[in-house]
């Protein structure tokens, strides 16, 4: 990503290794990453396309070749599973099972589920819905 928002703290790295922030984002924008994301529409929109767009090859694969380990499961939780390109497929091919798709508030937020399909916003690092296998398909840390 190229945009300015992604771009402008590399241009100061020497400034930020003279504090004590934990990134250069965090000394250029006085936000960590994923806060600043979460009130920025253009910067939430920057992340979630490019992840939604590699969902459709890595679900139709992950069904074709890895059927048997969904056979049987009553649900899963989708950690950071974004913008429900993964989960609409899941669901699909696996009607019996009850999908969860757990991620940042302002990712989810808005995103209409289905009688087997819900979409809950919230911290992996506090607290994970309840299911009976947990899918992580991309996390990225920050």
Not at 29 to 49: Q, S
Not at 71 to 92: F, N, P
Not at 100 to 125: A, E, K, R, T, W
Request: overall charge negative.
């Amino acid at each position: 990503m190229l945009n300015p928002i992604m771009t402008n703290p590399w241009y100061q790295m020497s400034t930020w290794l003279k504090t004590e922030d934990s990134s250069a984002f965090e000394t250029i924008h006085g936000k960590y990453f994923w806060d600043y994301a979460a009130h920025d529409p253009i910067l939430n929109r920057l992340l979630n396309e490019p992840m939604a767009c590699d969902a459709p090859l890595v679900s139709n694969m992950l069904i074709e070749k890895c059927k048997g380990v969904f056979d049987g499961l009553e649900s899963l939780v989708d950690i950071a599973g974004g913008t429900r390109s993964m989960a609409k497929a899941l669901v699909k091919s696996f009607p019996q099972m009850e999908y969860i798709v757990f991620d940042l508030p302002h990712v989810v937020n808005g995103l209409q589920g289905s009688n087997n399909l819900n979409y809950v916003g919230g911290n992996m690092f506090q607290e994970i819905p309840q299911a009976h296998s947990i899918l992580l398909k991309v996390v990225r840390l920050s």
